[in-house]
Nanobody, 122 residues
Framework: QVQLVESGGGLVQAGDSLRLSCVAS????????MGWFRQAPGKEREVVAT????????RYADSVNGRFDISRDNFLHTMFLQMNSLKPEDTAVYYC???????????????WGQGTQVTVSS
């Protein structure tokens, strides 16, 4: 299995940028897709962006498309989420997730990090 640890969250103002990181450890030699999810208070968890094992295929939620950029460095076993033009509605706990698959667009993720808080003030 793979273990995931997020970092990079914090308190920023609207319009600022923030970069989240997720480091994977454990069985990282097998192909695994990764993704970022978020959960705001009182709301269900939602997908933010996902990226394939190769890093060549990614998809985004409509709410972040054009503002966020997901990437990964398989040599460092690390995934990133560059968040630009942040809005108060981006405030949430952000979770890193992974699943062993060669699929470009996995539906379900199996492994989860502990989450990192992102707070955007207006």
């Amino acid at each position: 299995q793979v273990q995931l640890v997020e970092s990079g969250g914090g308190l920023v103002q609207a319009g600022d940028s923030l970069r989240l990181s997720c480091v994977a450890s454990g069985r990282t030699s097998s192909n695994y897709a990764m993704g970022w999810f978020r959960q705001a208070p009182g709301k269900e968890r939602e997908v933010v962006a996902t990226v394939s094992w190769s890093g060549g295929i990614s998809r985004y939620a409509d709410s972040v498309n054009g503002r966020f950029d997901i990437s990964r460095d398989n040599f460092l076993h690390t995934m990133f989420l560059q968040m630009n033009s942040l809005k108060p509605e981006d405030t949430a706990v952000y979770y890193c997730a992974a699943v062993y698959t060669d699929e470009a667009y996995p539906v379900e993720f199996v492994y989860w990090g502990q989450g990192t808080q992102v707070t955007v003030s207006s």
